[in-house]
């Protein structure tokens, strides 16, 4: 009777050949999407010196960047990393430093500027999916890609962290424009070095593979196979979106300052970040499908839970006992869908996933925007955490088991080494 292998750990994952390297690069390219929505709302408030065209002008570019990214990733699946990402890259960084120059002097009106920001949004890169999507190609003990996706996760919530301090720094010597000309470069860098690693180039088109199974095939076309990870991803960003609002709201009330609310987010960032390392380190026994209605129902209750702080503290431990669950989530979301998608739609499955979150976070930053005027804020809370336990529950109709030898016997399957289910993960919208 043979030995079972060791428990790979997360440095399993970088001796993978041209793993730092890759990992590396992305996250440069990334870095820009932890800045851009900072830089582009200050930029156009100097340019225009109005918080509603500001707005607008971010809203449309929001929206333009998030509902179109499963058509661009369908390009990069049908195209490959290089074809597409080079062009798409190039002319998005473009468009930024065009308007980063328009944004530089006050004066350019704001219908040029909404413009300019919505052929942006139209172009940005799905660097999120299609790091994600690598890994799923290059990685065969699907333990280590647990701890890979574990990483990304982890790793873009210090990039959406960090990404608003840089923009802060940079307007403390230069106009925010120049944060705007900043995040071109980091993209346009970031996504060259990135497709001229080696492991992309291992990566074959769509076009040039095998076609999918049938039943594997089918099961992805006609969503059912998505409908779970989706529906969760969706939750999880309605609560991220309506815990901003819900933080800032309860430090008005009870007269803090805006370094508060920052210290209270960076606790929901820090639960995440714990969450997503032990969540990756774990060689789960229970399927991803299973585990994931219970992670969106831990994120709801501790939402709900926060509502009833009597004060700071007892909300700050309570926001980061909610990002706990975080990272798990979307970590397993991303896992799910890479599992469930026909060989050649890996970006796509994991675009979808991405966009649900950053839909859902808009959605609960508009509900909650509603409701905080006209009800108690112990309520609002309660609300949001909710309607984010309610997608857990409507999650476990839709989870189903995950069709067996889909890829090939390299790989053990995805509940172990003999019978454990890998997470993971991005994050994000809030994540790019």
């Given amino acids: 009777m043979s030995a079972p292998a060791p428990r790979p750990t997360y440095a399993a994952f970088f001796r993978i050949p041209h793993a730092r390297h890759t990992f590396t ?30 707005g607008t002008v971010m809203a449309l570019f929001g929206a333009t960047s998030v509902l179109l990214s499963p058509v661009r990733a369908a390009l990069i699946d049908r ?39 919505v052929t942006a949004g139209a172009c940005t890169p799905p660097l999120g999916p299609t790091v994600r999507a690598l890994w799923g190609e290059v990685i065969e003990d699907n333990r280590v890609l647990q701890r890979a996706y574990s990483l990304d996760g982890i790793a873009e919530e210090i990039l959406f962290v960090s990404g608003p301090l840089l923009v802060g720094a940079v307007v403390q010597f230069a106009p925010p424009a120049a944060a705007l000309a900043l995040c071109a470069l980091l993209v346009w860098a970031g996504t060259l070095a990135f497709v001229l690693s080696p492991a992309v180039a291992g990566v074959r088109p769509a076009v040039t593979k095998p076609v999918a199974r049938p039943g594997r095939g089918r099961r992805f076309r006609d969503g059912r196979a998505l409908l779970q990870p989706v529906v969760v991803a969706a939750g999880v960003g309605l609560s991220l979106g309506a815990v901003d609002l819900l933080v800032m709201a309860y430090a008005t009330r009870h007269h803090h300052g805006n370094d508060v609310v920052a210290w209270v987010l960076a606790a ?69 869908a890479d599992e469930a998608a026909p060989s050649g739609r890996r970006t796509q499955a994991g675009a979808w996933v991405n966009t649900a979150v950053n839909a859902g976070s808009a959605g609960g930053t508009a509900g909650a925007g509603l409701l905080v005027g006209h009800l108690p804020l112990g309520l609002c809370f309660a609300l949001s955490g909710t309607v984010t336990v309610a997608t857990g529950l409507l999650s476990v109709r839709q989870a189903s088991p995950r069709p067996r030898g889909a890829r090939g016997t390299a790989r053990p399957a995805p509940d172990g080494p003999q019978s454990h289910s890998g997470p993971h993960a991005e994050s994000s919208s809030h994540h790019g």
């Fill in 268 to 336: 929901l960032s820090l639960g995440s970040a714990l969450g997503g390392l032990l969540n990756g380190a774990v060689d789960w026994r229970t399927p991803a499908r299973a585990r994931l209605p219970l992670l969106a129902g831990g994120l709801g209750l501790a939402l709900a839970a926060a509502g009833l702080a009597p004060g700071l503290g007892t909300l700050t431990v309570a926001v980061a006992c909610a990002g706990f669950f975080v990272a798990p989530a979307l970590t397993t979301s991303y896992l799910i």
């Fill in 79 to 117: 195209h490959g990393p290089r074809r597409a990402l080079i062009p798409m890259a190039s002319l998005y960084a473009t468009l930024l430093a065009t308007l980063a120059t328009a944004a530089w002097r006050p004066g350019t009106p704001a219908p040029a500027l909404g413009a300019l920001a």
């Fill in 25 to 54: 690069a992305a996250l440069i390219g990334r870095l820009s999407y932890g800045m851009v929505s900072l830089a582009v709302m200050l930029s156009v408030t100097e340019a225009t010196g109005s918080y509603a065209a500001a």
